[in-house]
């Protein structure tokens, strides 16, 4: 099939909420066909791998109520505004979730699509370094548990922790020496 893209025939917003917005979609197929798809849209986000001089990177572990247990990740938020660039983001979230400050930004990767099968969040992942004190987080809503840790220490908790997937992908990358510049 050389055209795989559907077209939007009808879009009813099912519901409004602070983070999401739902949709039923009708679409036409390229065959022809119709199909119903339900979807969220979401402004983007971003997630950070803030780096120590030492080769040290932040792992955090938060409950996430979806799966109903403690997730581990990096820092990550969702951006304030689609204008917002993700490097005041980054910024902006590294700071709100664990006092830090990115001090130096060295990548800054695409976007990437996290959730296709039901939503259209993009995240922008950027790598860079990080000083300051912990401290925990400045949203009252959320319990963050943050700290640095070595290569081997990820690998270890790769063996016994669930991660968020990028988490898994960036934390997988960094452990075993794949990350560029680390």
């Given at each position: 099939?050389?055209?795989?893209?559907?077209?939007?025939?009808?879009?009813?917003?099912?519901?409004?909420?602070?983070?999401?917005?739902?949709?039923?979609?009708?679409?036409?197929?390229?065959?022809?066909?119709?199909?119903?798809?339900?979807?969220?849209?979401?402004?983007?986000?971003?997630?950070?791998?803030?780096?120590?001089?030492?080769?040290?990177?932040?792992?955090?572990?938060?409950?996430?109520?979806?799966?109903?247990?403690?997730?581990?990740?990096?820092?990550?938020?969702?951006?304030?505004?689609?204008?917002?660039?993700?490097?005041?983001?980054?910024?902006?979230?590294?700071?709100?979730?664990?006092?830090?400050?990115?001090?130096?930004?060295?990548?800054?990767?695409?976007?990437?699509?996290?959730?296709?099968?039901?939503?259209?969040?993009?995240?922008?992942?950027?790598?860079?370094?990080?000083?300051?004190?912990?401290r925990p987080s400045a949203d009252p809503m959320e319990?963050?548990?943050?700290?640095?840790?070595?290569?081997?220490?990820?690998?270890?908790?790769?063996?016994?922790?669930?991660?968020?997937?990028?988490?898994?992908?960036?934390?997988?990358?960094?452990?075993?020496?794949?990350?560029?510049?680390?």
């Open positions: 099939m050389d055209n795989l893209t559907e077209t939007k025939l009808t879009s009813e917003k099912i519901y409004s909420g602070c983070i999401l917005d739902f949709y039923r979609d009708t679409v036409r197929l390229p065959n022809g066909g119709t199909a119903p798809r339900e979807l969220s849209r979401h402004v983007g986000a971003v997630c950070i791998v803030p780096l120590l001089d030492d080769g040290r990177v932040i792992v955090e572990r938060q409950f996430r109520s979806p799966v109903n247990e403690v997730i581990t990740e990096i820092p990550a938020g969702k951006r304030d505004s689609r204008d917002e660039a993700p490097e005041a983001a980054a910024r902006r979230e590294l700071r709100e979730e664990t006092g830090l400050r990115l001090t130096a930004i060295t990548h800054v990767l695409p976007p990437a699509a996290c959730t296709v099968g039901i939503g259209d969040e993009r995240t922008v992942c950027v790598f860079g370094t990080a000083e300051g004190t912990f319990e963050i548990e943050s700290a640095w840790y070595t290569r081997a220490q990820v690998r270890a908790l790769h063996e016994t922790d669930l991660f968020g997937s990028w988490a898994l992908a960036y934390s997988w990358m960094f452990a075993n020496g794949c990350l560029p510049g680390v």
